[in-house]
């Protein structure tokens, strides 16, 4: 026996005591060997950082114990834990961000290449359909798509007008190409526009594919334009959200949950998912944009869905040669009806000397047979880098449905990260509990700001959301209300829309409206046979009159008509009207 105790007093000290408590490893641990290997990977300095444990007296954040950190290097934790975490949450937003950035590019380029490809059909067909003459009126077609261009990209004038001017201007170009014999001074062709814009709509010259083109044309183009702006809403918004501004609160208790454990010398200690859940959950719960998030959502798919049914842009854009067409047949077809109203109205003008009166088009600019008609979708080629409407809304939807949940799920998403909390198949195991080594026995507390008052980590201020975040959520509130009247073919910019272009009750008009503008159309001969109007006993009669007042009522609206935007350069003088049409 005597033999055996000095070897049982040797291995006495290699026999394990019994296991430290919660909060006591700072006293078993006095080393801070691992936090200096930790924080000097970091970069820090190690002249910050004792050898061993000091007293913990300065410390404002973490236990006042016993302390691998010094004043300096507990406030240089405190910013480095704050930006681990909005780098966290910016990393886990950054696909959202990314996925609106590339819908809108995509949906942005399709309808800006439809717009193109629009213009140059249009271009086509009537330079194969009317020749020369098309190339000496080009003037008011490209200015008709310039200003969809403008309304498009820069929200300019109303469609309304736009049509309406365009329709105007036509009609001035074209009606005398009618009466080569005749003379058309210029108050004539103003009270010729006036007929155009009364409201009683007598006249008609065009049928009625100025109101089916509008129809058409505006709701797409509004639709078009408010789903894009959503698209760049949602993008800018989200971008913004991400870059979260920490609170006093949240900035201590992200130093508690993530510092602390460097400051105690068990920078291996991994904090509980639990006490991770409640920080940022507290965090975030004040910044987020639900419940304003999945109505935008909704805003977007819904008007996305529209963009491919009723208010198909890709129709909408073949339409527009298709519809002007129509017109110019139509003016042919009842030139004698429309000629003459307008010679009642405005007056019989002079007859041009048989000397000076240009010969009839010869045949081949008189209009060729060149069929119009929108592809049907099997052959509807796909632009905008290889794509249609249809493969975009269907890869929008697919892709929005990832993140409908995004703003509930981001606490479960950043305390998913090895850097924050212990991985959930480690939950029983001892962690981080704020204070030492243990178990988290707080309860989770998750949903919204109300809810967040009873969160252990934070004292929640009951104020609301900071005026940033309320900002960002009106600004989506804009969007989706934006989207949602575009869905119904309102534009809230242009409330003095008029009612037929409002949308309400108008989905199944629109829907006929596409198969009339899909059939084959042969272009309008124009100019066609001279039409005689009746004579009148007096050449200056009413209508002359008439006309000289219009033109008082244009010059003190700047020289416009009334309720157009008619371009200086396409006012029509005598001289110039000699020079229209093939000589």
Partial sequence: MSVLRPLLLLLLPLCPGPGP????????ARSCAETRQVLGARG?????????????????????????????TEQKLISDTEATFQGLVEDSGSFLVHTLAARHRKFNEFFREMLSVSHQSLAQFFSHSYGRLYSQHALIFNSLFSRLWDYYEKSGEGLDDTLADFWAQLLERAFPLLHPQYSFPPDFLLCLTRLTSTTDSSLQPFGDSPRRLRLQITRALVAARAFVQGLETGKNVVDEALKVQVSGDCRKALMRLLGCPLCRGVPSLMPCRGFCLNVANGCLSNRGLEPDWGSYLDGLLFLADKLQGPFSFELAAESIGVKISEGLMYLQENSVRVSAKVFKECG???????????????????????????????ERPTTAAGTNLHRLVWELRERLSRVRGFWVGLPLTVCGDSRMAADISQEAAPCWTGTGRGRYQLPVVVGSRTEQTHNPELGMDTSGPDVPTRRRRLLLRSATARM???????????????????????????????????????????????????????????????????????????????????????ILFPSVLAMLGPR
Avoid: F
């Fill in 348 to 378: 019989t003008p002079h007859l041009v000397s048989a000397r000076n009166r240009r010969a009839p088009a010869p045949l081949e600019e008189t209009g060729r047979q060149w069929p119009w008609r929108a592809a049907p979708e099997e």
């Fill in 21 to 28: 408590g919660p909060g006591s490893e700072a006293k078993v």
């Fill in 44 to 72: 820090y300095s190690l002249n910050l950082i004792p050898p061993s444990m000091i007293s913990g007296e300065h410390l404002q954040i973490c236990p006042q114990e016993y302390t691998c950190c010094s004043s300096e």
């Fill in 484 to 570: 949602r009247a575009a869905a119904l073919g309102q534009d809230l910019d242009m409330q003095d829309a008029e009612e037929d272009a409002s949308g309400s009750g108008g989905g199944h008009q629109y829907a006929d409206d596409w198969k009339a503008g899909a059939a084959p159309v042969a272009p309008a001969a124009w100019p066609p046979r001279p039409h005689h109007p009746p004579r009148r006993d007096s050449p200056g009669g009413r209508g002359r009159g008439g006309g000289a007042r219009y033109n008082q009522d244009r010059s003190r609206n700047g020289g416009m008509s009334a309720g157009l935007h008619t371009p200086p350069v396409l």
